[in-house]
């Protein structure tokens, strides 16, 4: 007997009277559906069993200078693995170097990164999707998220490398110390791609958060993410027509419900939302408060103690936690108490786990117990809506002819079509705008992300942003019915994407692009798919 079916007799019971409709309900939160995954119950993975695992971190095969510039160039390929998730069962996966989730790069501010991605995956296609893949293997297309980089190398989704081929991108890594990430975002595989595995971490560092912040091994990378299982371990795929992809597993830095020791002192957390649909809601168990100190864009300008906040799809929050007050032997939890129209299941009420020790503190570390009030300015964060040259509307919705997602009526479908020449807004380099994000159709949440900038909220609903993002941004959390207000200056000339960071929506068919500096029809010197093409990888295997 599977789980399901287990699940499904003793949730009939439970739910006396009521039909059996959980396993094809359309979306609410209601927690009909008891699990998503065919495991049985032996192989179905028990909350805070496993032990957190550090992100693995990539080291440069080579560092130069260029006049005075420090340069890393990293390689990572794109290849199948195996991960192990589930105490007995392998999980195939394809990972940046077979790893998942991938590995973490980290540099200083400052510092030139040639990040080298080579396509492995020859003879690799999802079941579906085939025909946005090339006949040879899977097509990549890699974007730094939450990087100004320059258009050729943003990871554009039509900018494809096929298998056998490399691509060397950019980054100048000019911008404040962040959390960032590296993704998959190929044209209608991006949900796929990143679902098997494509997906990492990448931090920029500086002077200011090292004389903030807890640093080394209290500075702790937390990549969250969902899943469901098949009975014999592989990943399962439903993205429910397109609406999302909502696992009944939790994992944490690729491990179910894990568990970390920590010593009774501060610790700062990167939490990235990797999740390809799934929004949380978490707070600890022991109804304290966390310290915000980041958001996408890097550090607020003041720390924020909230008990719990809204994180969608690709959000970042950093945020430090003061285990000074625990007893040895507490286990604090990090719960999630979800938000609407995520589909929800028995055990995705959780996150992960702290225990904490009596192992001895250094409290020659002055982070020990500091929890900073004053942070830092940023370019962003001092932008005025006075400031603002031009104010433009996005609806994010679905099209009641179609059925397919869109904004303001525009898919990516649209923007192939044009020959890549359609665009949502047309700001001029160095403008300041502000733009309105609206959800109108069915009572969806959206975290809609624009590409090259950071954003301040303004507002929410004509009312003040919350606590927690009162921050650099580049992802905005826009609720069933909310109007989101961000405020940006585009410093950067070429063609970017916008698009929503639920993946099933930005692959079918919500996602166009915007136009910086440039005239309609202007030849453009840095076109994202001609401008640093991809070429015949002959390197050899280790790099
Ligand atoms: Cu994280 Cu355009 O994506
Ligand atoms: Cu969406």
């Known amino acids: 007997m599977t789980r399901r079916s287990v699940l499904t007799a003793a949730g009939l019971s439970a739910l006396g009277v009521m039909s059996y409709t959980g396993l094809t309900r359309p979306l609410g939160n209601e927690v009909l559906t008891k699990s998503a995954s065919g495991l049985s119950d032996r192989n179905f993975p028990r909350a805070f069993r496993a032990a957190l695992r550090p992100l693995p971190t990539l080291a440069p095969y080579e560092v130069s200078w260029d006049e005075g510039v420090r340069v890393e160039r990293y390689a990572v390929s794109a290849r199948v693995g195996t991960a ?25 501010r400052g510092t030139r990164v040639h990040l080298r991605v080579r396509n492995k995956l020859y003879g690799v296609q999802h079941p579906e999707g085939l025909e946005h893949s090339h006949e040879s293997g899977l097509v990549l297309s ?68 090292r004389a903030l912040l807890p640093q080394g091994e209290y500075d702790v990378p937390l990549t969250l993410s969902d899943i469901m299982f098949e009975a ?8 429910k027509d397109h609406s999302g992809l909502w696992g009944d597993v939790i994992l944490v830095n690729g491990q179910p419900w894990p568990v970390m020791n920590v010593k009774r002192r501060v610790y700062r957390f990167r939490l990235l939302n990797g999740s390809i649909s799934r929004s949380y809601r978490p707070y600890l168990s022991t109804g304290d408060a966390v310290h915000m100190v980041g958001t996408d864009g890097g550090l607020m300008p003041t720390t924020q103690a909230v008990t719990t906040w809204r994180h969608a799809p690709a959000e970042r929050y950093e945020f430090l936690v003061d285990f ?6 507490t286990q604090v939890r990090l719960m999630n108490s979800s938000n609407p129209k995520n589909v929800d299941f028995d055990h995705t009420n959780k996150i992960m786990a702290f225990q904490v020790t009596d192992d001895p503190v250094d409290t020659y570390d002055p982070t020990w117990r500091t929890i900073p009030t004053t942070l830092t300015g940023s370019d962003v964060m001092s932008l005025t809506p006075s400031q603002s040259v031009k104010t433009r509307y996005l609806q994010l919705k679905k099209s009641d002819v179609t059925n397919v997602w869109n904004i303001n009526g525009t898919t990516w479908q649209d923007v192939i079509a044009s020959g890549y020449t359609k665009v949502l807004a047309d700001p001029a380099l160095h403008a300041v705008e502000m733009w309105d994000l609206h959800t109108s159709s069915g009572g969806w949440f959206h975290p809609l992300h624009v590409h090259l900038v950071d954003f301040q909220i303004v507002s929410r609903n004509g009312r003040p942003p919350f606590a927690y993002e009162r921050g650099p941004k580049d992802v905005a959390y826009v609720g069933p019915d909310e109007k989101v207000r961000v405020l940006m200056r585009f410093d950067r000339a070429g063609r970017y994407m916008v698009h929503c960071h639920n993946l099933p929506h930005e692959d079918h068919d919500m996602m166009g692009q915007f136009r910086v500096g440039l005239a309609a029809g202007a030849p453009d010197p840095h076109d994202p798919i001609s401008a640093a093409k991809p070429w015949l990888d002959t390197y050899p295997e280790e790099l």
């Open 142 to 209: 890699t974007h730094l998220h939450g990087h100004a980089s320059l258009p050729e190398f943003d990871g554009y989704a039509d900018d494809r490398t096929i298998p056998g081929f490399c691509k060397d991108y950019v980054y100048e890594n000019d911008q404040p110390a962040r959390t960032i990430w590296y993704h998959d975002h190929a044209t209608h595989l991006t949900t796929r791609n990143v679902y098997s595995g494509l997906a990492a971490q990448y931090h920029i560092r500086d002077e200011v958060e």
């Open 232 to 239: 014999d371990g592989r990943a399962r795929f439903d993205d």
């Open 324 to 329: 000074s007050r625990y007893a040895p032997g």
């Open 84 to 108: 192990q998730i589930l105490p007995n069962l392998p999980t195939p996966v394809i990972g940046y170097n077979g790893m998942v989730p991938g590995p973490t790069i980290s540099v200083e």
